[in-house]
């Protein structure tokens, strides 16, 4: 059984590699590497695969979920600057694919060893990622 | 080849297990345990794999498909309390996953041996449950 | 300039008119009159109209109105029987018209007088209504 | 007879009233405030009002209509900082009031005198304006 | 009070003015004319306005304007070609604007006249049309 | 990690499978065997799951993603008859199995031999069909 909590944030971020130059960076990744940044309302939604708790009929309390998207990634990443306010994107180019990964990584540790663990998220209502730890 | 076909219900229900008192109830489950009863307009998903019958070009007649989820569980759990009135939910908390569950054991039944069933059911917006009878 | 906010609250309720016997209730509300009750997850809007305040752009600050809403309406809906636990509904058939009506009073006493109110509000994703007070 | 074109940009912004002290601003606009910025999915409708032409059946020529939101706005908007790359927010705090305004004010220029034009603008998928110019 | 019900209809249809020459057909419509038609996901929401019936709590029951929808309009034009298949069209040429206008004045018969009656229609999720009879 | 973007295109088709009769056709097909087409908005998620590129965090940039989609299906389908302008589908019944598969043939292709491509295609809001390549 798998449950699913969808929640949003909305950020700025930039694309922008470090160590290419400016104009290597606008060749690979067009508008998107605007010095200015530009900004999206990114939907996530955090999956978890495991048994059903025969007492509760819950894989996980969906509230309990809530409380560490909330804590570990939406409250960190909402209205802020991908790029200059959040150190886990540190000398990371904050793609889409790799927003997924961070998020990933910080609710992994929060998460119950036994559930399987999976986020997808739409940076737009076109371009979406799903990441599932490899 | 997969295919799935939406459709909803819109349901009362209250998160309630039996054997546990009140305050343990709304201890666990919250103003989900509101004795009165809450609802949702739940959304279905329900998904079939297989191959594809090449005089058709159908994993199946959708029209088909349509109907088993009517007959097996939307006409029965539609403007319903799936508490009081269903009789699948006697001794089950009507939990997502558990809805999940006892529609896919209503459909499972009615859908050919060689198809793979997945339930896809929103509770809300934000919450999901995904089911393939494991 | 006209504002919008949309909220939601998941309640169950049935259509019942008092004074009319349960067969005459059924012939006029169908499954909707449903004695233990269904649900839907509504879907709320609330928008009101009038000048941008030249200092801060708004019309309204929409963290203001969020919270009129909440504590006006949702927090008092959500996860409740309309019927048995909200007693603006004593005696009022909780249709989805009867249900904006309700939230419409409810915060037009707490809306700034120069500020014209509308609430739309969706029961399902197919049945819609809308008032603004007339 | 009124016609609609959706379209969409992405752009960071903060809300901030020149001439307010930092402190000042962050009490007003909260988290919005946040000096490195945030940003949004701006979906945004054009809907213009008229009589149908009764060779082409048309009030206006979405293709053309699509033709003046870009070159007018989505083009200047999409993948921008409100703020600091678009000459017609100097001065003027980037609230979703004044986006649909500065907006309306592009577009009004170019849309053909004896039609009305109405904006309608989602910031986020709970965050509405609407702006018919006055 | 007003009161929205949305209905659906998947249709053929090409833009194409009798009279005109193929090729004139093609410069005002484009790759809407395409001689051997394209189709679309047609939405329709038929909006109602009027008083709330004090007995039952309906501007009217959504059950009669559902089957009055169903019965004027969208079973007649669901997996219908427009030009070649509804009689209304002949000699109208099928744009939103003129399905709209249809639309209306075959339900506006069967509709009470105390009501005020709205049609809006999708033609994709970015076109949109909207008619009250004038 | 997986990637996937959406693209929609607006066609015309009918069921038909030849060598039936007329008469099995519509038996089989019913209303969506209509002799003069009928139509829908098709929306189609292409995915493709692969590593991310530790250059640039892409698994493959969107833009690329996007001409692939546009050149090879959407340009192509789009405003068209699926039975009558496409010859990939000569033979072949489009239903929605089958443009699936038409479309996953067209595109892999085109796309790196070390990605998995998947199609999602929504014919309506209801109906959908997912492919992999077997």
Known sequence: M???????FNSAHRLYKEGWSDAKNLEVFGKCSNPNYHGHNYVMETWVEGPVNPDTG???DLKILKQIIRTEVTDKFDHRNLNLDIPEFEGINPTAENIAKVAWELMS?????HLKLTIRLWETENN???YSGN
């Open 2 to 8: 798998k449950v699913g909590r969808r929640e949003t």
């Open 58 to 60: 819950y894989v996980i």
């Open 109 to 113: 540790k929060k998460i119950p060893a």
């Open 128 to 130: 979406i990622v799903e």
